[in-house]
């Protein structure tokens, strides 16, 4: 038992004393704002002479890109924490507008600077990258001259950056604004409360029924009543960005997204058909759940409800102690990263209201540390979200020494070290059940995330393709949205439901952060794949854990095809990988099948 009892509030005074009022904050956005126009400036005075004499100049311009970039990430991962620790913070939300800005005119800059690296001859293009230091930044120097070459004009990319900022960040940030006053109501024991929307999508874990389709109908009349805002918010966040696509002649809606992940469209759906031929089983259990829940069907409330009559709870410092234990018995260097995070106050975990829903962990790249956001409740999901976040932490870690420009690893592969630390403790938490009821309530729990990550995230998928189609011949109205949503869920759980969650467009943050497009198959990439990195490291034992971080360090320094080949010797492009990463998962729903026969 350690001996230190850890704090479920995290720490941000040690980067900036005071929150959205820190003095010290504003001096920071002002150092922040002076190195972006330095950089600007130094950019537009570059006028490449197409020779290796370039290599000086290009070298300092990215030493204070660097520069540049950790202060604005720093900052933007500081107001982001407290936007998430108070939806209150009317300073906050002053203080994100304002990084908004800044980013745009950083933007404009990178995009500036993109385009005169295609000004550069093929061949001396070529000669620059090999030469020292440039050669550590060949690939991620390539992939931003070979997009710019795709876009439109220095002028034109540059307006489209500063329009952005009123004109699409802000659908973004309006989201955020409505969702922060949207309450739900709930009686509780004869009290009539308003619950925040984290705090009521936490009860659709609840073990009571009635719980949690009480809580659903009050959720639907909440959002509901927010259709009209939400629906316009959507339809020119996404007009937007298709009118962005058309003017760069993109005819596909997912040319950004896969661009932005390093992934070829063949992947993409050689693991959506996988997924597809193989989701019988996943019904199966889904039949199965419903049979023991004592239903002839479930619906969307029920698929968080947990196996049996109580409620597996476990305390914040269990959950933690748990964590460390068992990273231990895949790397000493993983279980020390944990222990620290957890000691210096690295985690927002209480539940309180007046808190963002969900969870995330964020980077601070200046102080070389990460904080993570999420409301811990007790229950074996909360266990393992916080692993899955501590996952993308130790990611973060792994990278501490890596040149920042060789940072910027895409959300796929970012999923991949979260799933990889959430199946450790998922597993062992499985192995280490008491008796047979508690190994069937955290394997169903373990499930719980498959049946989300192959069925939910499809349906996310499938509606959101099918959305932008729809939104490029005109506004999509809030009956469309619901019907489009509707035909998604029923398709990707095969029908399996009896009552579907037509508002999920409404009520999915994901549908509406404008920094990445089609924030949803990277989560089912990243689960997957790390199943495969699993069962290597299961195969290889304790001595993968330098394996495992020489992988994570190259994950912004090649495609996913290439790091797939590179560490694990397998073609993404082919049906094997994929179903050997189906039916890892598969192998749970078997063991869920068979301890439950005849119950």
Not at 257 to 281: D, G, Y
Not at 424 to 434: G, P, S, T
Not at 501 to 526: C, D, E, M, Q
Request: charged share 25%; aromatic share 12%; net charge negative.
């Amino acid at each position: 038992m350690t001996a230190t009892t850890y704090s479920e509030v995290w720490d941000l005074d040690v980067f900036f004393k005071g929150g959205s009022g820190s003095p010290e904050f504003q001096e920071h956005l002002i150092q922040t704002e002076d190195l972006i126009q330095n950089f600007e400036t130094k950019v537009n005075n570059w006028t490449p002479i197409n020779s290796l004499e370039d290599a000086n100049y290009l070298q300092e311009l990215l030493s204070d890109l660097e520069v540049s970039a950790k202060k604005l990430f720093q900052a933007g991962a500081f107001v982001g924490c407290l936007l998430a620790q108070n939806t209150e913070d009317k300073k906050a939300y002053s203080l994100d507008a304002k990084i908004t800005s800044l980013s745009a005119g950083f933007q404009t800059a990178l995009g500036s600077l993109d385009n005169l690296l295609t000004s550069i001859d093929d061949v001396v293009w070529q000669q620059l990258v090999a030469t020292e230091p440039l050669k550590e930044f060949a690939f991620v120097l390539t992939e931003s001259r070979e997009k710019a070459k795709e876009k439109l004009s220095k002028d034109e990319e540059a307006l489209i950056s500063a329009l952005e900022v009123d004109g699409y960040h802000s659908w973004g940030q309006l989201y955020d604004l409505i969702v922060s006053k949207i309450k739900v109501s709930f009686n509780e024991n004869g009290e009539e409360k308003q619950l925040s929307v984290g705090q009521a999508s936490n009860k659709f874990s609840s073990s009571d029924r009635d719980v949690r389709s009480a809580v659903f109908k009050n959720w639907e009349k909440a959002w509901g009543e927010q259709t009209d805002f939400l629906a316009k918010t959507l339809n020119h966040l996404s007009g937007f960005r298709l009118n962005v696509y058309k003017k760069r002649g993109w005819e596909d809606v997912l040319k950004e997204a896969l661009s932005i992940n390093r992934m070829e469209k063949e992947t993409l759906e050689t693991m959506w058909a996988v997924i597809s031929e193989n989701k019988q089983k996943l019904v199966q259990y889904l039949e199965r759940k419903a049979k023991l829940l004592g239903l002839e069907k479930m619906s969307w409330f029920d698929l968080d409800a947990p196996y049996g009559n109580t409620e597996s709870k476990v305390s914040y410092q269990e959950g933690a102690e748990f964590i460390e234990q068992n990273f231990a018995h895949f790397g000493d260097k993983m279980a020390a990263f944990a222990k620290n995070a957890f000691e210096d106050q690295w985690i927002e975990a209480e539940d309180r209201p007046g808190k963002a829903p969900g969870g995330f962990c964020t980077g601070l790249p200046e102080s070389k540390q990460s904080r993570i956001f999420m409301t811990y409740s007790g229950t074996p999901s909360n266990v393992s979200t916080l692993a899955h976040e501590l996952g993308h932490a130790f990611h973060s870690f792994a990278m501490r020494d890596v040149p920042f420009l060789n940072c910027n690893y895409a959300m796929n592969v970012a999923e991949t070290a979260s799933t990889f630390a959430e199946m450790i403790v998922a597993d062992a938490a499985v192995k280490n059940a008491k008796d047979e009821e508690e190994k069937l309530v955290l394997l169903d729990d373990k499930i719980q995330r498959t049946v989300a990550l192959l069925m939910n995230i499809h349906a996310r998928f499938l509606f959101e393709t099918r959305f932008y189609e729809e939104r490029k011949q005109g506004t999509v109205t809030v009956e469309k949205l619901n019907e489009l949503m509707l035909e998604a869920q029923k398709e990707a759980y095969c029908g399996a439901l009896e009552e579907y969650h037509p508002l999920f467009w409404a009520s999915k943050l994901h549908f509406f952060i404008t920094g990445v497009p089609f924030y949803n198959f990277p989560y089912t990439f990243g689960y997957l794949f790390s199943l495969g990195i699993y069962a290597k490291a299961l195969e290889e034992g304790k001595g993968y854990e330098e394996k495992y971080m020489a992988l994570l360090q190259d994950t912004a320094s090649m495609t996913v095809e290439n790091l797939a080949e590179k560490h694990l010797q397998v073609d993404l492009t082919q049906k094997d990988f994929w179903e050997k990463a189906v039916h890892i998962c598969l192998d749970d729903i078997d063991e869920f099948l068979e301890l439950t026969k005849g119950k």
